[in-house]
């Protein structure tokens, strides 16, 4: 038998003020967008903002159902949404802001599990990481150079 050992690395923002000014701009987003998120079930709201290499900002907010699978995170509403507008373009950058209307959140809130491996499809699909930024309603940011460091054993096509 042998150990293997898996590191991953973040990155702690104080504040939005700390980080760059383009991805103050899409936390800033990320969170406006998550007021838009249909959540009566579980009153927990989630923003997402995603960086083009094209320039443009897409966004998504969690949307509920009533037959829980049926719904989807907001990690997801981009990202989809994204493929299908600008299926030629690159993700660079992801910032993720989430809240709860019963508690306070001041923990970084990572992307879900099947988030994460909907994140690792794009990521392996356009060859180039993608920088995720999270937070909750307040408090610090943390930035992950890559989908990897959330997920280091992925599960791709590869394996098909």
């Known amino acids: 038998m042998k150990d293997i050992i898996i590191t991953t690395q973040f990155s702690v923002f104080d504040s939005l003020k700390e980080l760059p000014t383009d991805v103050q701009n899409l936390m800033e987003q ?18 997402a903002a995603l960086l083009l290499d094209n320039g443009k900002i897409v966004l998504g907010s969690n949307q509920e159902n009533a037959a829980y699978p049926s719904g989807l995170c907001a990690e997801r509403v981009a990202l989809f949404h994204s493929g299908a507008i600008y299926p030629e373009a690159k993700i660079l950058k992801m910032a993720i802001s989430a809240t709860s209307d019963t508690n306070k959140t001041t923990s970084p809130i ?13 990521e392996i699909k356009q060859e180039v990481p993608i920088e995720i930024y999270f937070m909750g ?7 992950s150079a890559s989908l990897k460091n959330l997920l280091p054993f992925m599960f791709d096509k590869k394996f098909l």
């Open 30 to 47: 990320a969170v406006a967008i998550r007021k838009n998120a249909y959540a009566p079930y579980s009153k927990f709201r989630v923003g």
């Open 110 to 122: 990572p992307p879900c599990g099947s988030c994460r491996q909907s994140i690792a499809e794009y």
């Open 137 to 143: 309603e307040e408090g610090v940011i943390y930035k």
